[in-house]
T-cell receptor
């Protein structure tokens, strides 16, 4: 069975500082990894997908299969980045499309 | 973009009654819908997957007879919590995936259920 771990429940940084939200996973096959974000009073929305290898809102995430990690990074945090961030994994085969979520990290960016 | 709505946004019901939650894809056809449950300050847990026109697939530990899921059309899935008990109180979230959107799920705003 797959598992996603986000070791930090809370993360606080100051505006302009770099930020890294950690995500580790366990899965025997080739997973698809995602980062979802939930801003205050809003629904969950997709931020990044590892296959896309794109930067959204200045955030990037690289899949490291050796370390089974998919950490989310941004070089200069902004106040509007304050939100709940979830790392999620989609397995293959019959479980394709099903998401396993990590516990989430609440990011607070102070002015 | 793709929008998913849920109704109601919150509901209070008495123990022993049933309550139905609707999930609708507003501007796309949802071939697959997922139902999640979220406890306070905890992560989302997948309850079941429903494909239009077929029976839902439930995750291990989820009672099929208690959480009835129907996906009768390409834009509507319903979750009925039968004989609700206080421990069923939770935040229920649905998501939907459509044709050509193999990886992306669009999430509804969630429904807060309180059973008294």
């Amino acid at each position: 069975a797959q598992r996603v771990t986000q070791p930090e429940k809370l993360l606080s940084v100051f505006k302009g500082a770099p930020v890294e939200l950690k995500c580790n996973y366990s899965y025997s096959g080739s997973p698809e990894l995602f980062w979802y974000v939930q801003y205050s009073r809003q629904r969950l929305q997709l931020l990044l997908r590892h296959i896309s290898r794109e930067s959204i809102k200045g955030f990037t995430a690289d899949l490291n299969k050796g370390e089974t990690s998919f950490h989310l990074k941004k070089p200069f945090a902004q106040e509007e980045d304050s939100a709940m961030y979830y790392c999620a994994l989609s397995a293959g085969g019959t479980s394709y499309g099903k998401l396993t979520f990590g516990q989430g990290t609440i990011l607070t960016v102070h002015p | 973009g793709a929008v998913v709505s849920q109704h109601p946004s919150w509901v209070i019901c008495k123990s022993g009654t049933s309550v139905k939650i609707e999930c609708r894809s507003l501007d796309f056809q949802a071939t697959t819908m997922f139902w999640y449950r979220q406890f306070p300050k905890q992560s989302l847990m997948l309850m079941a997957t429903s494909n239009e026109g077929s029976k839902a697939t439930y995750e291990q530990g989820v009672e099929k007879d208690k959480f009835l899921i129907n996906h009768a059309s390409l834009t509507l899935s319903t979750l009925t919590v039968t004989s609700a008990h206080p421990e069923d109180s939770s935040f229920y979230i649905c998501s939907a995936r459509g044709w050509g959107l193999a990886y992306e799920q669009y999430f509804g705003p969630g429904t807060r259920l309180t059973v008294t």
